[in-house]
C-alpha cells in the first residue's frame, strides 16, 4: 500500500470552551454542548441530554486503504423529542474517524426511508453501500427509547437489530455504543467509541484533571488544583482514578472514585511518590518511590496497605506497567546506562530487557490484549511513540511530533493516544496501530497533556 | 519560640526571597535582613513592616552561637546542572558547602532539596532525573556533616519548567535543585 492509496479526510470542529469555575472535588458538567446551540430552543430536553461541550478540536488524517462504504441515516422521532436529533451525525463521526468507513452523503437524496419495509434497495446498491443505518428515538416518559436496524444492502437483510432505553444524559453514549455494535459487525473487531478518556488541562496556572468521551465530548473535572496533576491512571473497572498531585509540594499518589469524589492518598512516603499503575484485578497498584534515594518500583493496595518494593537498583526505575496477565512489571530503567525498557516479575527478581532498538525506550503501556506494547523513543532528540509487536518483536514508530509522550491503548487495542506539542501548544493525538489513521484532539483555552484511555464503559441497563 | 519570632521573620524573609523562582535581588540586599542571623528580640521598624506581608511565616528555632555566614551567602538557593547530568558543578560547590555548614551547626533545622528538569522527555522520567539531581545535592550535604534527618529529597520533574524553550539558556535555568528550608 502507497500513501498516494490513502484517502485524507480532514474534520474540523471548532468550539469555543465556555469559562466556567472548577473547584477540587467538584464532578460536575463544565461545558454546554455545542449540540444545544444548533437544535434550537424548542428542544429544552435535549439540551439537558447532552450537557456537556466539546473541548477538544478534532482533525482526523490518513484512513484504511479499503473503506467501507455505509449510510447512516437520520432518526425518525417521535413524541417530544420532534426534531433535532444527532444521534445519526455522531455515529458518522465515530465511523469516520476511525478511517475504516466512508460515510455516503444523503443530504441530497430525496425521500429517504424512514422503516426497513421502505428501503428502496437499488438507489443504496446504486451508491455503493454496503450498509444502511436507520432508526427511531422515541420519548417514552422521562427516557428515551433509541431504535436502531443496521442492513446489509447487498444482502437486504438485517445485519443489527438495536433497542436502547436511557435517560437523556445518556445520548451520546447511546450513540457511541450504536457506533461500536456496527464497526464490529463490519470490521470483526470491538470498536472503542463507547469509552473515556482522562487528560490534565493547563490554563495559566490553573492544572485539571478531566476524563471526557473519547471524542472529548462531555468533559467533566475530576480535580482542580493550582499545584501540577500528572500520571492519570484508570483503575480497570473505570470507577477510580490515580493519580499524582503536588498540592501538598511534593508528588503524591491518589486514588479517587469518579462517583463519590472519596479521594484517599494512596502512597505519601518520604521523598516522591508517582507513577501508579494498576494491577488488572485492581486489587493494588504498582508506584515509584524514593525516600532519600532514587526512584524505585513498589506494589501497594489500593487502600494503601502492603508495601513491598519490587525492583533494588542504583538507578533509576520508573514508570511501571503491569503486563495484562498481572504477572510482568515493565518499567523504564538506566540501568543500562541510556533509559530503556525492561521487566520484573510483580513480585520481585531478577529484571530483563525489553527494547534494544534506540538508544532511549521509556513509558511502556501495554495494549489490553497484551500484544503490543507503545513506548516512547527518543529519535535523534525527537520524541515519538512507537510499538512494539511483542510476538514478533517488530517496532514501529508512528507518530511524527518531537516531543509526543504518554501513549496508551483504546481498550480495542487498534488505536494509541497520546500527547503532542503543536504550535508549542500541547494537544491530544491518536494513531492506529498501523499508523494509518491519525487524529487530533486541542483544546482553545490551554494546554492539554498526560492522557490515559479509559476501559470500555458498559451498555446502559 | 515567640520570643524569637521577629529574628525568625528577618531570617525567613531573606530566605523565602528565592523561594523557588530566581530571587529578588532587592530583597537580599535590604540592610534590614543581610545581617548574620543574631539571636535578638529586638524588633526594628523595618522587619516589621516586613512582617505584615509575611503572614504565613513558622517559626525556626536558630541557634546562632556559632554562625559564621551571612544571610547573603545563605540566601543563593539554587544549584545547576548540565543537561542529561546530576554532578554539581565547581562553581556551586561553595554554594553547598555553606549550607552543609549552616545545616551541620542547626541540627534541628529541615531542607527539602527540590530536583528540577527541562520539559524535554516524559513527565515521570524527568520526575526520576530531577529526584537524581536532589539526591546528587543531599550526598554532598551529607559528605558535609549534614544529617538524613534534616534532608527530604522530592523531585518536581519538568513540571515548573519554562515551555517552548528555544535554546539552551533557557533550558537551563530549569536544570537545578531548590534548597527549600522548612518553614518556608
Redesign the interface.
Known amino acids: 500500500m502507497t500513501l498516494s492509496e490513502l484517502l485524507v479526510i480532514i474534520l474540523v470542529y471548532k468550539q469555543t470552551k465556555m469559562n466556567k469555575t472548577v473547584t477540587m472535588q467538584t464532578f460536575k458538567n463544565g461545558f454546554i454542548h455545542f449540540l444545544s446551540r444548533t437544535i434550537g430552543a424548542g428542544l429544552l430536553l435535549w439540551q439537558f441530554a447532552a450537557p456537556a461541550q466539546a473541548a477538544l478540536e478534532i482533525e482526523i488524517s490518513g484512513g484504511s486503504a479499503i473503506q467501507i462504504p455505509i449510510a447512516i441515516l437520520p432518526m425518525a422521532e417521535s413524541g417530544a423529542a420532534s426534531s433535532g436529533s444527532r444521534l445519526h451525525e455522531i455515529i458518522s463521526n465515530d465511523l469516520r474517524g476511525s478511517g475504516m468507513f466512508r460515510i455516503i452523503n444523503t443530504s441530497g437524496l430525496p425521500a429517504l426511508p424512514n422503516s426497513a419495509a421502505q428501503i428502496k434497495y437499488t438507489d443504496w446498491t446504486a451508491l455503493k453501500a454496503q450498509g444502511l443505518s436507520l432508526g427511531e428515538v422515541q420519548q417514552v416518559g422521562g427516557n428515551l427509547k433509541v431504535s436502531v436496524q443496521v442492513m446489509d444492502v447487498l444482502r437486504q437483510t438485517a445485519l443489527l437489530q438495536l433497542t436502547y432505553t436511557v435517560s437523556p444524559s445518556q445520548y451520546r453514549h447511546v450513540a457511541h455504543l450504536i457506533a461500536d455494535q456496527i464497526y464490529e459487525k463490519f470490521t470483526g473487531q470491538p470498536g472503542a467509541f463507547a469509552t473515556r478518556i482522562a487528560y490534565v488541562t493547563k490554563v495559566g496556572k490553573r492544572f485539571t484533571l478531566q476524563i471526557a468521551d473519547y471524542d472529548g465530548f462531555n468533559a467533566q473535572t475530576l480535580v482542580s488544583s493550582n499545584e501540577?496533576i500528572?500520571?492519570p491512571a484508570w483503575s480497570p473497572d473505570g470507577s477510580k482514578m490515580a493519580y499524582v498531585s503536588?498540592e501538598k509540594?511534593?508528588?503524591i499518589v491518589f486514588v479517587q472514585s469518579l462517583y463519590t469524589g472519596e479521594r484517599k492518598m494512596v502512597a505519601n512516603f518520604?521523598?516522591?511518590n508517582?507513577?501508579p499503575a494498576w494491577a488488572p484485578d485492581g486489587s493494588k497498584l504498582a508506584v515509584?518511590l524514593?525516600y532519600?534515594?532514587?526512584?524505585q518500583i513498589y506494589t501497594i493496595s489500593a487502600d494503601g496497605s502492603n508495601l513491598q518494593q519490587v525492583t533494588k537498583s542504583s538507578a533509576?526505575d520508573?514508570?511501571p506497567a503491569f503486563s495484562p496477565d498481572g504477572q510482568s512489571i515493565y518499567f523504564?530503567s538506566d540501568r543500562g546506562g541510556r533509559?530503556q525498557i525492561y521487566k520484573v516479575s510483580a513480585s520481585g527478581g531478577s529484571p530483563s530487557r525489553v527494547t534494544f532498538e534506540g538508544s532511549y525506550n521509556?513509558?511502556p503501556r501495554f495494549s489490553p490484549d497484551g500484544k503490543y506494547l507503545t513506548y516512547?523513543r527518543?529519535d535523534g532528540g525527537a520524541?515519538k511513540v512507537a510499538v512494539q509487536d511483542l510476538g514478533t518483536g517488530d517496532v514501529k514508530v508512528l507518530s511524527t511530533g518531537s516531543?509526543d509522550?504518554?501513549p496508551s491503548f483504546a481498550p480495542n487495542a487498534r488505536t494509541i493516544m497520546y500527547a503532542t506539542r503543536v504550535g508549542?501548544k500541547g494537544t491530544l493525538a491518536t494513531v492506529t496501530v498501523d499508523g494509518l489513521v491519525r487524529q487530533r484532539l486541542s483544546e482553545a483555552g490551554g494546554?492539554i497533556?498526560?492522557p490515559a484511555w479509559g476501559p470500555a464503559q458498559a451498555a446502559p441497563k | 519560640m515567640n520570643k524569637s519570632i521577629w529574628t525568625v521573620a528577618a531570617l525567613a524573609l531573606v530566605l523565602t526571597a528565592c523561594k523557588s523562582t530566581p530571587m529578588n535581588p532587592a530583597k537580599v540586599e535590604d540592610s534590614s535582613v543581610t545581617r548574620p542571623v543574631a539571636k535578638s528580640q529586638s524588633n526594628t521598624g523595618a522587619d516589621s513592616s516586613a512582617s505584615t506581608d509575611k503572614i504565613n511565616i513558622k517559626t525556626v528555632d536558630v541557634d546562632t552561637s556559632k554562625d559564621e555566614l551571612s544571610a547573603a551567602e545563605l540566601a543563593k538557593r539554587q544549584v545547576f546542572f548540565d543537561y542529561d547530568s546530576d554532578a554539581i558543578r565547581e562553581e556551586y560547590k561553595g554554594l553547598v558547602a555553606n549550607h552543609a555548614k549552616y545545616l551541620a551547626a542547626h541540627p534541628q533545622t529541615k531542607v527539602v532539596l527540590q530536583g528540577n528538569t527541562d520539559e524535554r522527555g516524559t513527565h515521570e522520567y524527568n520526575l526520576a532525573l530531577g529526584q537524581r539531581r536532589s539526591v546528587a545535592v543531599k550526598n554532598a550535604l551529607n559528605v558535609l556533616g549534614v544529617s538524613d534527618s534534616q534532608i527530604e529529597t522530592v523531585s518536581y520533574g519538568e513540571e515548573r519548567s519554562k515551555q517552548n524553550c528555544a535554546d539552551d539558556g533557557c533550558f537551563q535555568q530549569d536544570r537545578r535543585v531548590d534548597i527549600v528550608y522548612a518553614g518556608q
Open positions: 501540577p500528572i500520571s503536588f509540594k511534593k508528588p518520604k521523598g516522591n508517582s507513577a515509584v524514593t532519600g534515594a532514587n526512584s533509576i520508573t514508570e523504564s533509559p521509556v513509558s516512547i527518543n520524541f516531543q509522550e504518554s508549542g494546554d497533556r498526560e
